[in-house]
Nanobody, 115 residues
Framework: QVQFVESGGGLVQPGGSLRLSCVVS????????MSWSRRASGKERELVAR????????VYSDSVKGRFTISRDDSKDMVYLQMDSLKPEDTGVYYC????????WGQGTQVTVSS
């Protein structure tokens, strides 16, 4: 069974940066696409970034394009999300998963952007 453990969230001021990390276990993640999604309070989960195996193809939602960068380190079964120029509307719980996403989700990590 695949498992995801996200970390790195916190409280940051608008314009600040955070780097999220995710450990993947239970399958050989290097052969799968990976993704980050987020859920703001009262809203549906939104896919914000995905990356193909090998890391050569990355796709972002319009809401984060140019500010967020997804990357992966398959030697460590890790996926990262570098978030720069953060805005209050980026506030939410962030989750990693495969791409296409599986039904299993981790606990996520809370990101709060506020002054």
């Amino acid at each position: 069974q695949v498992q995801f453990v996200e970390s790195g969230g916190g409280l940051v001021q608008p314009g600040g940066s955070l780097r999220l990390s995710c450990v993947v276990s239970g399958l050989p993640s290097n052969v799968y696409g990976m993704s980050w999604s987020r859920r703001a309070s009262g809203k549906e989960r939104e896919l914000v970034a995905r990356i193909r195996p090998g890391g050569f193809d990355r796709v972002y939602s319009d809401s984060v394009k140019g500010r967020f960068t997804i990357s992966r380190d398959d030697s460590k079964d890790m996926v990262y999300l570098q978030m720069d120029s953060l805005k209050p509307e980026d506030t939410g719980v962030y989750y990693c998963n495969l791409y296409p996403t599986r039904s299993e989700w981790g606990q996520g990590t809370q990101v709060t952007v506020s002054s």
